[in-house]
């Protein structure tokens, strides 16, 4: 079945520092990816998505570029800020009447001033 | 910008009990999910609903589950005889259609079983 595997947490970093959050998955065909937020008492926010390989999205200043040959979509950050503190989730679905998410554990991020 | 909304925030119930959570979608959204997600552990699809019928359902919603859209605004889950094992936070999420649309999520419901 499908399944997205993201890095192990949490992460700690200095205010300016560059993100890097690992995910990559497991499926067939060609899924959609995303990147989900959830900030501290919050629901979960879409932060970007990319819908075939090669597209890069982007939001907020971060990005992510679906990789069919590594099957990955890592998410990037230049330049992290405190309000960037989160829980950040990968996912993806296929376009398609059933379709539903398949989520990662999903990473708490900290960011210290 | 709308919003899915959830009520409550926070339901605390005896094992055994029935509960509902309540959902209220985004106005013009036309397929509804719920997942849980159990501390700790990843985020998981419990079903989808389109057009007064369930769409697909996994293996976690089982026959204690239920879901419902009473009316033209909100969108309940049900759980028939609660279990310490269903205590999670739940998220309502609603979609325009199935294409490339994402789905937007409420800020959930922290279900505990006591």
């Known amino acids: 079945g499908n399944s997205v595997t993201q890095m192990e947490g949490p992460v700690t970093l200095s205010e300016e520092a560059f993100l890097t959050i690992n995910c990559t998955y497991t499926a067939t065909g060609y899924p959609s990816l995303f990147w989900y937020v959830q900030y501290p008492g919050e629901g979960l926010q879409l932060l970007l998505k990319?819908?075939?390989?090669?597209d890069k999205g982007s939001n907020k200043g971060f990005e992510a570029t679906y990789r069919k040959e590594t099957t990955s979509f890592h998410l990037e950050k230049g330049s992290v800020q405190v309000s960037d503190s989160a829980v950040y989730f990968c996912a993806l679905n296929y376009t398609g009447a059933n379709s539903k998410l398949t989520f990662g554990k999903g990473i708490t991020l900290s960011v210290r001033p | 910008e709308p919003e899915v909304t959830q009520t409550p925030s926070h339901q605390v119930t005896q094992m055994g009990q029935e509960v509902i959570l309540r959902c209220v979608p985004i106005?013009?959204?036309?397929?509804f999910y719920w997942y849980r997600q159990i501390l700790g552990q990843k985020v998981e699809f419990l079903v989808s609903?389109?057009?007064?019928?369930?769409?697909?359902k996994s293996e976690i919603f089982d026959d204690q589950f239920s879901v419902e859209r009473p009316d033209g605004s909100n969108f309940t889950l049900k759980i028939r005889s609660t279990k310490l094992e269903d205590s999670a936070m739940y998220f309502c999420?609603?979609?325009?259609?199935?294409?490339?649309?994402?789905?937007?999520f409420g800020d959930g419901t922290r279900l505990s079983i006591l």
């Open positions: 999420a609603s979609s325009y259609d199935y294409s490339n649309q994402p789905q937007h």
């Open positions: 609903f389109y057009n007064n019928e369930i769409s697909e």
């Open positions: 990319a819908t075939k390989a090669d």
């Open positions: 106005s013009n959204h036309l397929y």
